[in-house]
């Protein structure tokens, strides 16, 4: 409960600050039009690409708030190309700010909703220093232990393959195994659970 009210004065202090900087002049930076068929547009991409069997829901999310976000950019710049040779940048720019502002809205409520129980022993013993594993490779260290391959991770992270299995690599390199069966056992081990 602590860390969500420090997480939200920190957000208030940078929407403040944000809003600082156009003298709060909001109604001059915001276009509710634009706003709402964005918001569509991310909700309608994310729910229609996520399965919770496959794909991690933030990184998803994300990838769906920069799509909307350059595709949107990128029609209004042509819309005033179009129009004059004066080319107005506030308005083709109004869907990148859009797009932090969702995305930060859509993490923040991620952050408050997710189950925290679930795969929280695993995540703890991965992040210990002794291991010293990156958080990225804390993340496809997490996937391993799932039976996920290298094509499923890369999948489910949006990386390359190749990525994954240099990422994997380091974790067998710092973890002190040689395979996936022996990281798992190592892992497992550690939080009481017996592999065959």
């Known amino acids: 409960m602590k860390k969500h009210l420090i997480n939200c004065i920190i957000i208030g202090i940078f929407l403040f600050l944000i809003l600082w900087i156009v ?31 496959e794909s ?26 179009s129009k004059s040779s004066i080319i107005n940048f506030i308005v083709p720019l109004q869907p990148i700010l859009y797009g932090i502002l969702f995305y930060i809205l859509g993490y923040i409520y991620y952050d408050l909703t997710r189950d925290k129980s679930s795969g929280s022993t695993d995540h703890k013993i991965l992040l210990q220093e002794k291991y010293g594993l990156s ?5 496809i260290a997490l996937e391993v232990l799932n039976d996920k391959t290298n094509k499923e991770i890369a999948a489910k992270l949006f990386i390359a393959e190749s990525t994954v299995k ?3 690599q380091n974790i067998l390199r710092k ?18 659970i017996s592999i065959d």
């Open 175 to 192: 973890t002190t195994v040689t395979n996936r069966q022996e990281f798992k056992k190592l892992i497992h081990h550690q939080e009481g």
């Open 23 to 53: 003298d709060f002049n909001v109604f001059e930076i915001f276009d509710i039009k634009i706003m709402f068929v964005m918001l569509l547009c991310i909700i309608l991409l994310t729910t229609t690409s996520y399965k919770k069997s």
């Open 56 to 81: 991690d829901f933030r990184i998803l999310f994300a990838y769906q708030v920069a799509l909307t976000s350059i595709f949107a950019t990128s029609l209004l710049f042509l819309q005033e190309l």
């Open 135 to 139: 958080i990225r490779e804390v993340a």
């Open 166 to 168: 240099k990422h994997v």
